[in-house]
């Protein structure tokens, strides 16, 4: 199709030339036929019906030149916008050869093309606040979790004290009595049983005491890597991974993270033998730690974009880490990269309506008397007093994930503040 071109000029010069033919051939008409008539009569008649024919020429052919040019094309359009107005968004005009109804059409396609990316926007929007209130709700969930904790840190503590004096007064008892009992030859079976119960309640209450007070120390940034290698000397060194395939996969690049590096060894050791403990009947067994790096949830979340409409953005999705007023800040949100450790095996995994209590203190899903509860509610405080988190699900392919989440110590005085910078310009931002 050509160049298209004005519809009013088009129309003016069409009716212009009808009606320059139309008194061409009146004239004509009348040079021929004057001569011959034989009244004035006869002449007015003539003429009449000749200004009727011209008339009649002009309205077809002015109808139908009116009905090609603008009624059609106006009616194919206004098809066009009802098929849009109706949902249609994909549907386009096609083009037209009048530049006034060209300019409609261009209109109408570009407005088509305008509502279909305000629509995906908004669909990503819709999409991003439902991920933001299911985050809201894990977040809501956690802090629930951790009051829960803390109320039963404080209780655990004050029962241990109470009950770790006369505990330590009853095996200092058995003691004397098993001493005399010696003395005089007699047989100290029943005492022994005694005294090695009373060590295993100990062992209890300082577990309490663990719990509701984790050891204090110097916390510095140190390499997770080393900690890992550490861990894993131990375990093969003492022959607890005998019989379980292992994989170890250690990302070099991963950030150091201010802690106690002892309470990591102590998180470690603690998930992969409760791993190994769980692959004791399966067949074939696997155990899988990874230690990778990835970024924090603020670096990671989408900005606005140039192209947003007016009041739409992402930021609702910066707030989620941020008690009331923005007063507190979690560093795993702040943090510019994370440690992440994955400690994964093929075992029986953990049952669904466990999963949400894994962490508390005294559940456990071993046997009576193999297990205290308190380990993996021992570890969660620990990755918690570092700013980290742990979380517990089942694999894809069967088996138990524990994930440790452990932020990055910003790397040097620029990284630092650059760090600062870009989360003072998101809270500007939001």
Wanted: proline share 5%.
């Amino acid at each position: 199709m050509g160049q298209p071109t004005p519809l009013r000029r088009e129309l003016l010069s069409s009716f212009a030339l009808l009606f320059a033919g139309a008194v061409l051939v009146a004239g004509l008409g009348l040079a021929a036929v004057l001569p011959v008539l034989d009244s004035l009569a006869e002449g007015v008649l003539f003429v009449v019906i000749l200004v009727v024919v011209d008339l009649l020429v002009l309205f077809v052919f002015g109808g139908a030149l009116l009905r090609s040019r603008l009624v059609a094309p106006m009616e194919r359009l206004s098809e066009d916008a009802q098929r849009v107005a109706e949902g249609d968004y994909h549907h386009r005009a096609d083009p037209f050869e009048s530049l006034e109804l060209e300019q409609v059409r261009f209109s109408m396609n570009a407005m088509a093309d305008r509502l279909v990316s305000d629509q995906q926007r908004l669909a990503e929007n819709v999409t991003s606040l439902e991920e933001t209130n299911q985050e809201l709700i894990r977040v809501r969930d956690q802090v629930v979790h951790a009051a829960r904790l803390a109320s039963v840190g404080t209780l655990a503590a004050g029962i241990a004290h109470e009950v770790g004096n006369p505990l330590g007064a009853i095996i200092a008892y058995v003691d004397v009595a098993r001493s005399r009992v010696l003395r005089d030859g007699g047989d100290v079976d029943l005492l022994d049983s005694i005294r090695g119960e009373a060590l295993r309640i100990d062992r209890i209450v300082r577990g309490l005491l663990d719990y509701a007070r984790p050891r204090g120390g110097q916390a510095e940034a140190q390499s997770p890597v080393e900690v890992l290698v550490r861990v894993r000397g131990l375990l093969e060194g003492q022959g607890k991974l005998d019989g379980v395939e292992h994989d170890w996969s250690v990302d070099e690049g991963a950030p150091d993270v201010v802690m106690q590096p002892q309470q990591l060894e102590q998180v470690l050791v603690n998930l992969i033998l409760n791993a190994v403990q769980a692959l004791e009947a399966t067949t074939n067994p696997v155990l899988s730690v990874r230690l990778s790096v990835e970024q924090g949830d603020a670096f990671r979340l989408p900005r606005r974009r140039v192209g947003d409409p007016p009041g739409i953005d992402y930021m609702h999705r910066r707030r989620i880490a941020n008690d009331e007023g923005g007063r507190k800040i979690d560093p795993l949100f702040t943090a510019e990269h994370v440690a992440v450790v994955e400690v994964v095996d093929n075992g029986p995994g953990i049952a669904e309506h466990d999963l949400d209590r894994i962490f508390d203190p005294f559940f456990t899903t071993k046997q009576l008397g193999e297990g205290t509860g308190l380990g993996l509610s021992v570890c969660a405080r620990l990755v918690e007093g570092m700013g980290g988190r742990i979380e517990a699900s089942n694999a894809a392919g069967g088996g138990a994930r524990f994930t440790v989440r452990l932020p990055g110590a910003p790397r040097g005085p620029e990284a630092a503040g650059e760090h600062e910078e870009s989360v003072a310009q998101a809270d500007e931002v939001s």
